[in-house]
């Protein structure tokens, strides 16, 4: 298996624009999870889906982020409008079941906003 | 609340000398713990992982853990560290039955030819 494959690796962006980044988890992991991992805050959870459905998106700093899972091969994070404080890599994560698993992260997208 | 404490930011060691990064945490049922390690620019990968049973894990790398319950601590060990260990290294702790990790803040490594 290929891993978690996000994209892009790399998003330099203008302030106010729409940003989305994608995620494609491993086949057969029905959970999938959005970190954002910055200096002040460190690795922090966004939002976690379980079989497509979003369970916990407490982590969701404000109204501007949203993220869908339209099936379970695929994952979106979208940013609108985009803001310089959203700065930050961004990393999906898979694993088979909660619990008592590893979570396989992918490459992570490195946003710039400015 | 849940949460992650390694209390070292920034750790210098020599190559071929002993390592141990220090983590503890805060959960109040049994802890699903872990060890990741983040070179710069990508992504992370899992060292070990410690869900019950042996309270000492082996993981990759040469790398090891104690777990030890009185103390909320779960340190991780290397007997000879290489250049190559350099990184980033984060410690978590998943919530059971969901899968979400609590991640310390994490420890830099630095290794000294």
Redesign the interface.
């Known amino acids: 298996d290929a891993g978690?494959i996000q994209s892009p690796r790399h998003e330099v962006t203008e302030m106010g624009q729409e940003v989305t980044l994608r995620c494609k988890p491993i086949s057969g992991h029905d959970?999938l999870?959005w970190?954002r991992q910055t200096m002040m805050r460190?690795?922090?959870?966004l939002i976690?889906f379980n079989n497509n459905v979003p369970?916990?998106d407490s982590g969701m700093p404000e109204d501007r982020f949203s993220a869908k899972m339209p099936n379970a091969s695929f994952s979106t994070l979208k940013i609108q409008p985009s803001e310089p404080r959203d700065s930050a890599v961004y990393?999906c994560?898979s694993?088979p079941?909660?619990?008592?698993?590893?979570?396989?992260?992918?490459?992570?997208t490195r946003l710039t906003v400015v | 609340a849940q949460s992650v404490t390694q209390p070292d930011i920034h750790i210098t060691v020599s190559e071929g000398a002993s390592l141990e990064l220090r983590c503890n945490y805060s959960y109040g049922a049994t802890p699903?713990l872990?060890w990741?390690v983040q070179s710069p620019g990508?992504?992370?990968?899992?060292l070990l992982?410690y869900?019950s049973g042996d309270t000492l894990v082996q993981g990759i790398k040469g790398f090891e853990a104690e777990f030890k319950r009185s103390q909320s601590s779960f340190n991780l060990r290397k007997p000879s560290v290489h250049w190559s260990d350099a990184a980033e290294y984060?410690c978590a702790v998943?919530l059971?039955?969901?899968?979400?990790?609590?991640?310390?803040?994490?420890t830099t490594l630095q290794v000294k030819p």
Request: glycine share 20%; proline share 0%.
């Open positions: 978690v959970y999870f970190y460190g690795l922090e959870l976690y369970i916990d990393f994560a694993t079941h909660g619990g008592h698993t590893e979570a396989f992260f992918g490459q992570g | 699903y872990f990741y990508q992504g992370l990968q899992l992982k869900f984060f998943g059971s039955n969901t899968g979400k990790l609590i991640f310390g803040q994490g």
